[in-house]
């Protein structure tokens, strides 16, 4: 049995798919496009299993993006692999009015439909009261009301999938013949079809459905033209007619009880949140409050996570049988994974706090309050979605620029997220803080490290809105761009989603991040262990001429120290870093950071793991293995200088550098699948590579 899930954006939907399915899910793609198509099961009884497909939200079938165009093209044709049996229609029941539009175009398709009225208990307490037996009549449909947050109702609903009939049909709601009679009745002979809708949205629709040959399409295009047949004023009439019977089907149904206080506390809320000045104010304050927490709460899981990777490298290095397997096992994959693990507690903390704001409503207002300033730069309010789940990761924000409706404000926004600071920076710039900013506090409250890693956000942010702005006048078109969005009511976070979305995301980052680390780690640690024969047998021979001189232990375990750096700088690492090393010093970087600029060019994240490997085996110190990674780091010294490597001039050059440039080859594949151009990240690799290099460059040499 396949049951489809429709619905506006903001009712609930995904929550109730989640509950219905658990963790029996995938999420893969529509056939032949790019949009996410969520699917998993649902047992219902002994003898019923249901295949739950969740259809993108949308508020009418006429879309506005290309994500609800799937709703009609699913529901249209017979053939798609998705076309369900049971429509679950899910309304939210503090605005059923507006809800019950989407509802009326559905039922009016004549498929089979159990309408869900959920947040149920958020009605309640708005003082609403839902007749659902009147509301059941009327419609000619089962109505099962629901709190998918609470998962109640959730038995019942079980049941009314498991026990529908096909037999009961609901109630068509308005004529529609009326709105284009010629045109409908040519399209329903041609079609084969007793549904006035169904040929009314063909006629709407038709260039979307993949179904109609290209004949077919030609066909209908000319009952269109024939019938003078105007698509966006007999929306606007069919909409106007549908809210007016709505009204009569309602009438008596929904009961408001507290009209006054309904939105009471929202609104109390939103004129200090989402005001001009306290509104900003408070946005900076809780970025530094999610800032501050991922150092300060993250930091004894981080200690013992680290200490742990370090017992486990000497503890390695001691019981396991000398050799190249040992070595590679323990300065190669468990050193590069360690590098990568030890930030789990900032990814969940980051995500939490992230997945905080979006539950309770607030991320929705920042989205409003920016939409102004957002237009002086050439975006629509709708960017800042993307632009703020670009701080998650970019991949998905970009997959989410499909529903701006304008093409112009689409392609700059897919331009410009990638320069938004994700959590695979998060790494590198907590890492280089801990080595240039001192772990301090200003008055005993503000954190300079979490200040220093706030302004590398802030610093991100406004480069892309700069960047938007000189797109604005390169990227050229037409179109008028709009923003619509409701804002929803205030609600306290679902703790469950919360907590299943920091597990979900730091898995993701440790098992996707994880596989690249290890592969590099291997391939690196391969690389810096061995070199051209001549060069390795020279210096070979050079320290064994002067270990027969030396008598002193001490001065034998400082020659070992400079025969492991000298065989690591002629290693084939070495040789690949020297060789880009003249384009980076000007940067502030030796050959062993221009070899992390390589490697993380694969994934950012790659950079820690590159750094671990390298150390690993750069050092032939017996303690080596029981010190940290950032202990490690910041030992190393310039021989040319005698200063340490990463001085603030050189920290902060990289932390810009990794700031802009494009080290992520997951966004240029998802880059170029989004706009079926390698144009776009071909001019997106290069100007942020541009930009990474310029600003580092200055910020050294002013610095250094």
């Known amino acids: 049995m396949k049951v489809a899930l429709v619905g506006n954006p903001n009712t609930g939907k995904s929550t109730l798919f989640n509950l219905l399915t658990g963790l029996n899910q995938k999420i893969g793609n529509f056939p032949g496009i790019t949009v996410d198509k969520k699917t998993g099961y649902c047992k219902l009884s002994n003898h019923v299993t249901a295949e739950i497909v969740d259809l993108p939200g949308t508020y009418s079938l006429y879309p506005k993006s290309k994500d609800e165009r799937i709703v009609f093209q699913v529901l249209a044709d017979k053939t798609n692999p998705n076309y369900p049996d049971l429509i679950i229609l899910v309304a939210d029941s503090t605005n059923l009015r507006r809800n019950l539009l989407l509802y009326s175009q559905v039922a009016d398709l004549g ?132 809210y007016r019977h709505l009204n009569t089907i309602l009438n008596e149904v929904v009961l408001d009880t507290g009209a006054e206080k309904k939105f009471q506390i929202t609104d109390k809320l939103d004129s200090i949140l989402t005001h001009k000045f306290w509104g900003f104010l408070i946005f900076f304050a809780i970025l530094f409050f999610i800032f501050n927490a991922i150092f300060s709460w993250s930091s004894v899981p981080m200690d013992m996570i680290e200490g742990s990777f370090a017992w486990l490298t000497e503890y390695g290095h001691q019981h396991l049988p000398p050799g190249v397997l040992t070595d590679l096992l323990m300065d190669g994959v468990v050193a590069g994974l360690g590098g990568i693990v030890i930030f789990i507690p900032q990814i969940a903390i980051l995500f939490g706090l992230i997945s905080i704001l979006e539950d309770t409503g607030y991320m929705a207002r920042v989205t409003f309050m920016m939409d102004k300033i957002m237009r002086k730069f050439g975006l629509s309010g709708k960017s800042v979605v993307p632009m703020i789940g670009g701080i998650a990761c970019a991949v998905p924000s970009i997959m989410s620029a499909r529903n701006i409706e304008n093409w112009k404000d689409r392609i700059i926004t897919i331009m410009i997220t990638p320069l938004v600071s994700c959590s695979a920076r998060l790494p590198v710039y907590t890492l280089l803080i801990s080595l240039i900013i001192p772990n301090e506090r200003i008055w005993g409250i503000f954190s300079l490290q979490a200040l220093a890693l706030m302004t590398m956000y802030i610093i991100s942010i406004i480069t892309a809105v700069l960047a938007a702005w000189v797109f604005k006048f390169i990227i050229k078109a037409r179109e008028k761009s709009y923003f619509i969005m409701e804002l929803p009511v205030y609600r306290m976070p679902r703790w469950k989603n919360v907590f ?118 750069d050092s032939a110190d017996e303690n080596a293995a029981e010190l940290r990674l950032r202990d490690k780091i910041a030992a190393a010294k310039n021989p040319a200088t005698g200063l340490p490597t990463f001085t603030f001039a050189t920290g902060l050059s990289l932390m810009l550098f990794y700031a802009f440039a494009m080290q992520c080859m997951s966004t240029v594949a998802v880059v170029y699948r989004e706009t079926k151009s390698w144009k776009w990240p071909l001019i997106q690799l290069t100007y942020m590579t541009a930009m990474a290099y310029v600003a580092a460059l200055i910020a050294y040499q002013l610095l250094k």
């Open 111 to 242: 498929l089979p439909m159990l309408l869900v009225l959920n947040m149920s208990d958020m009605a309640k307490k708005a003082g609403l009261k839902i007749n659902t037996d009147k509301l059941a009549e009327r419609l000619g449909v089962r109505v099962v009301a629901i709190s998918a947050r609470k998962g109640e109702g959730l038995s019942t609903l079980k049941e009314a999938i498991a026990q529908y009939t096909p037999i009961a049909t609901q109630n068509r709601t308005i004529d529609v013949d009326i709105f284009a009679p010629e045109a409908i009745k040519q399209i329903r002979q041609k079609l084969n079809t007793d549904n006035s809708y169904y040929a009314l949205q063909v006629l709407h629709q038709h260039e979307h459905l993949d179904h109609f040959s290209l004949q077919e399409q030609e066909e209908i295009e000319h009952i269109e033209q024939a019938n003078g047949f105007k698509t966006h004023q007999l929306q606007t009439a069919e909409t106007v007619a549908r």
């Open 500 to 617: 299943y979305t920091m597990f979900e995301k730091s898995k993701t980052f440790v098992f996707e991040a994880g596989k690249v680390i290890i592969a590099i780690s291997i391939v690196l640690w391969v690389m810096s262990s061995y070199g051209p024969s001549k060069r390795y047998e020279a210096i070979d021979h050079k320290y064994e001429a002067l270990e027969t001189k030396l008598a002193d232990s001490t001065q034998v375990a400082s020659l070992e120290r400079d025969k492991a750096a000298e065989r690591l700088e002629n290693s084939y690492a070495g040789i690949l870093g020297q060789t880009i090393e003249p384009v980076i010093k000007p940067l502030g970087y030796d050959w062993k950071i221009g070899i992390a600029l390589i490697t993380s060019f694969a994934a950012r994240e790659a950079f820690v793991g590159t750094m671990a490997t390298i150390y690993s085996v």
